[in-house]
């Protein structure tokens, strides 16, 4: 494809979806865009499109519907979670681990949180719209699993967790000493053993016998399992996921007994 601008010819080649749609403005990540066109909200001439890795001529019609209102698609778990457990975190100060881009943070901040510690060990990867958010207290570069109470001047409510790479039972130890009420992503390819992971990072087998087996930590850990759901959507390789909240048992006690 040739344009001739100002006695020049430019040459433009057609561009990834979803490198286009961050480019032209749709969308302000490459995950947002894909998760967009998977949806069926992206039309190029009038037509749905149908693959992220699809190409988009320069000077197409393109349409575009977002498929959610959060900093990322792990948003719509955390909302699908409090909604089925009937946690509210209005006026609650939370812990976000494994925050990354802040797709939890931003719901509990959208439903009221007072504030929101955003933990994660990497850097540079929250929202710029939540890095510089007043109710949100950003420990980037941060391991989670050497958190100390010195780092808090206020007591936790509600701990959030959606970690990467890495069993909840290896992350969550310090994190759960911190708080009193949890909903945490169990993600069994991070928990179950490598000869049950198959082609592409997909769990084989084990799969709910890994979310009971969280479950069981958690007991151990002086917590008790209120309720699970499988999140709504699919893992970033197509895995199955679930949502667990729990509550603290000297919390479960104190209320029994008041």
Known sequence: ???????????VSPMRADLYLVEHGHFDSRARAQAAIKAGLVKVGGRVL????????????????????????GGMKLAHALDVFNVDPAGRICLDVGSSTGGFTD?????????????????????????????????EGQDARALSPIQFPEMLDLMVCDASFIALSKVLGVPLSLSREAVMLVK?????????????GIVKDGAEEALEAVKVWLRGEGWQTVSTVDSPIEGGSGNSEYLLHAVRLQTVHQGASS
């Open 50 to 73: 149908k693959k992220p890795s699809a190409n988009i001529p320069d000077g197409a019609k393109v349409t575009s519907g977002d498929v959610h209102p959060y900093v990322s698609r």
């Open 188 to 200: 069994p390819q991070f928990e179950v053993g490598r000869d049950n992971i198959g082609r592409g």
């Open 107 to 139: 719901v509990l901040l959208r439903r009221g949180a007072t504030r929101v510690y955003a933990v994660d060990v990497g850097r540079d990867q929250l929202h710029p719209s939540l890095r510089d958010h007043k109710q949100v207290i950003s420990m």
């Open 1 to 11: 494809m040739s344009v001739y601008i100002s006695g020049l010819i430019r040459v």
